[in-house]
């Protein structure tokens, strides 16, 4: 496998590296669940402009999320 790269993901592109044997919308759901599950990376991620409505998250975004949980 390559190593990851840090880099401007989709949401659903980024969502299915962490969880790669399930639906694109799954993979969102449980993504996004994790994210939930820890308040100081989502408040981290909304100062970097996530959004509810966010289909992109910016190589910072990226970042925040791979020291939170990891490499996909």
Not at 22 to 49: D, F, N
Not at 50 to 63: A, E, G, I, K, S
């Amino acid at each position: 496998m390559e190593h990851f790269q840090i880099r401007t993901y989709g949401k659903g592109e980024l969502a299915q590296l962490y969880n790669p044997h399930v639906t694109q919308a799954a993979a969102c759901r449980k993504l996004m669940h994790w994210i939930s599950l820890q308040p100081q990376l989502q408040e981290a991620l909304k100062r970097y402009g996530m959004t509810d409505t966010t289909r992109t998250f910016t190589p910072v975004q990226v970042r925040l999320i791979v020291e939170a949980i990891g490499e996909p």
